[in-house]
């Protein structure tokens, strides 16, 4: 949907382990982020990009950090995973800013954290 | 800050029954938009309504914007087994865009 491409799909890891996560578009759109869904929190975001280079912190940045070197690639880094970054994240593109343009979701990434 | 509140946070209706969920928030917004994720899928965009007072409709889905701009409501009619799923609102202030915890959808056939 949309050409993004949410790599791996599936993640087991354990405690203290650092893990990326891959986000990769084809529509060569600007902005791009990143949310975790969890039951009852509906979605979160985690990191969003505006371009090349330019990053800002969500509501829930804590625990991770984001890459954007292409525009088409936009890394979410969990420098040292935690139990409560047990998640399904998502990537998401839109065309123009937050403010009036909807979100296209990857298919998301099922991180366990052991 | 923003927060946005979605009730009921389940929905179990008969199949060929109508439901609505509503979608509240603290602070006047901007637009709200609404999208649907069906079981392990991914969130789908459905609609965006920017002016107060709004309705707008798809097919048996009526959306509907508050007057303040501080709620909106999804009606569907006749619902149908295809209607599972979990459906988001998100509201849209300052640039920032909150979304609801979501009404889980569940159809008795």
């Known amino acids: 949907d949309a050409g993004i491409t949410q790599s791996p799909r599936h993640k087991v890891t354990e405690t203290g382990t650092p893990v990326t996560l891959r986000c990769h578009q084809t529509?060569?759109?600007?902005?791009m982020y990143w949310y975790r869904q969890d039951p009852g929190h509906g979605l979160r975001l985690i990191h969003y990009?505006?371009?090349?280079?330019?990053?800002d912190k969500g509501e829930v940045s804590d625990g991770y950090s984001v890459s954007r070197s292409k525009t088409e690639d936009f890394l979410l880094t969990l420098e040292s995973a935690t139990s409560s970054q047990t998640s399904v994240y998502f990537c998401?593109?839109?065309?123009?800013?937050?403010?009036?343009?909807?979100?296209?979701f990857g298919n998301g990434t099922r991180l366990t954290v052991t | 800050g923003q927060q946005v509140m979605q009730i009921p946070q389940y929905q179990h209706v008969q199949e060929g029954e109508d439901f609505t969920t509503y979608c509240n928030s603290s602070?006047?917004?901007?637009?709200i938009q609404w999208y649907k994720q069906r079981p392990g899928g991914h969130p789908v965009f459905l609609i965006q309504?920017?002016?107060?007072?709004e309705v707008k409709k798809q097919k048996r889905l009526t959306f509907q914007f508050g007057e303040a701009k501080k709620n909106s409501s999804l009606h569907i009619t006749a619902t149908q087994t295809t209607d599972v799923g979990t459906y988001f609102c998100?509201?849209?202030?300052?640039?920032?865009?909150?979304f609801g915890a979501g009404t889980t959808v569940t159809v008795r056939a």
């Open positions: 998401a593109i839109s065309t123009g800013g937050l403010n009036n343009s909807p979100l296209h």
């Open positions: 529509e060569n759109h600007r902005y």
């Open positions: 990009s505006y371009g090349v280079k330019d990053t």
């Open positions: 602070t006047t917004l901007s637009n």
């Open positions: 309504l920017v002016k107060s007072g």
């Open positions: 998100a509201g849209i202030r300052d640039y920032k865009l909150s």
